[in-house]
């Protein structure tokens, strides 16, 4: 008797069939690239070939790949149990991560709400912060202001949140809750704050403050919707003002937490705490999806003593043992390195490095804070053809919009880093 086997599927194949990938359409011959092992700093694609990763995988991973502390934490954590739901149980791991998490930020923050991604995190702080002003008896205040410039994620209360131009989600500004945009502060990192940049923030909030739950903004780092750089003073300010016109101050540090700006989070930049803190990305050293928000005692017991005295979100996977035990190791490791150091040498690197491309035609602006190095052009870059561009030069750097930008992991050698800043100076020298 034949044995007739079913032909095994060319996973490529298939993955240009069914999968969607970010921003993108079934089916679009733009290039994507079969990752079949990562380790250190390192890509292996399925054709041998090595990358070095400029991105740590949209931010997240800072220690590289496949390391051992992490792993070992993974491991010993899957012979206990790999998730059990929170509602009505606990576990030892999210407990303990949210004391880690409660210590390290700053004062005023003590409760801990666990979600799955940062988007997630955004939301659930918008939530807790209608909330909180419909327990103090002010259901009006159900809008929120931010900056322009801004990106908070895909789901749809941080899409409202988001730069209507610069976000990404133009196509759903109908759809989108109706909030209130002030100019992005105009003076760049390391420089003053300016008296314009105070006049139109306070006057948004003077008009609008008995409709404005919160006022929400990315720290010193504005990320995805345009990687620009802002002054420390006007965090400082954004405080005093939410202070005076009783408005929630909601940091989303999805991005920017764990060290990326050389503080572990940006807002230490200007000496400021939120009311509101989000975190994600980095959170387990790009091993597992898991978002935390944090909030001060004043709102959790606020929620509480309103109705219907509980906080209304809860995720599934909320808490899952696994993100948090990775997230433990993985912030035990960031800690016990010289990551200051670390990040310092990097953003030298970065600066001279990147310098070059300031005197190229296609360059608008070359900056860098941290771990972060950001080259503008004056055109958008051609997704179809520059990925290729920096595979074929034996990196992984992925451009949006206008905007070339590396965000290694902490780990990365000099040498490697050398190789990525020469790749972007060549590529776009060449654009």
Wanted: charged share 20%; aromatic share 8%; proline share 6%.
């Amino acid at each position: 008797m034949t044995e007739h086997r079913t032909p095994k599927p060319d996973w490529i194949s298939l993955d240009r069939r069914h999968v969607w990938h970010p921003y993108s359409a079934i089916g679009d011959a733009g290039p994507v690239f079969p990752v079949v092992g990562a380790n250190g700093v390192r890509l292996r694609l399925a054709d041998g070939r090595e990358l070095i990763d400029g991105m740590s995988s949209w931010w997240c991973a800072i220690h590289g790949y496949n390391v051992a502390e992490i792993n070992a934490a993974l491991n010993a954590q899957l012979d206990c149990m790999a998730h059990v739901m929170f509602g009505g149980l606990t576990h030892q791991p999210a407990p303990e991560l949210a004391a880690r998490l409660v210590e390290l930020t700053p004062g005023p923050l003590e409760t801990v709400f666990f979600s799955d991604s940062g988007s997630v995190s955004v939301e659930v702080a918008l939530k807790m912060a209608i909330q909180y002003w419909h327990a103090r008896g002010r259901p009006r205040k159900q809008h929120f202001a931010t900056i322009r410039n801004g990106y908070h994620g895909d789901t749809f209360g941080a899409m409202s949140v988001c730069d209507p131009v610069t976000g990404m989600h133009t196509l759903f500004t109908e759809a989108l809750a109706q909030q209130y945009f002030v100019d992005a502060p105009s003076s760049r990192f390391g420089e003053p704050g300016r008296d314009a940049d105070r006049r139109k923030l306070e006057v948004l909030l003077a008009e609008h403050h008995e409709q404005l739950a919160a006022l929400v903004l990315e720290p010193i780092v504005q990320g995805a919707g345009g990687m620009r750089f802002y002054a420390a003073d006007y965090l400082t300010l954004a405080r005093a003002l939410c202070d005076e016109y009783d408005v929630l101050l909601i940091c989303d540090e999805v991005a920017t937490g764990f060290g990326r700006t050389g503080r572990l989070f940006a807002c230490e930049h200007a000496g400021i705490a939120p009311d509101i803190m989000c975190l994600g990305k980095a959170l387990t050293g790009g091993y597992l999806t898991l978002a935390a928000t944090l909030a001060t005692m004043d709102i959790a017991r606020t929620i509480r003593a309103g109705t219907p005295g509980l906080f209304m979100h809860g995720p599934t996977f909320m808490a899952n043992p696994l993100a948090c035990r990775a997230a433990l190791a993985s912030i035990h490791l960031l800690l016990e390195s010289p990551w200051q150091q670390w990040v310092d040498a990097i953003h030298q690197q970065l600066a001279a490095g990147l310098a070059p491309c300031r005197d190229l035609d296609a360059v608008a602006d070359v900056r860098t804070l941290g771990a972060i190095g950001v080259v503008e052009l004056h055109e958008p870059v051609d997704m179809h053809s520059l990925p290729q561009q920096f595979v074929d030069a034996g990196v992984w750097v992925r451009p949006f919009g206008k905007l070339i930008y590396l965000m290694p992991p902490y780990v990365i050698a000099t040498e490697d880093l050398g190789k990525l800043t020469d790749a972007v100076h060549r590529i776009v020298a060449a654009l």
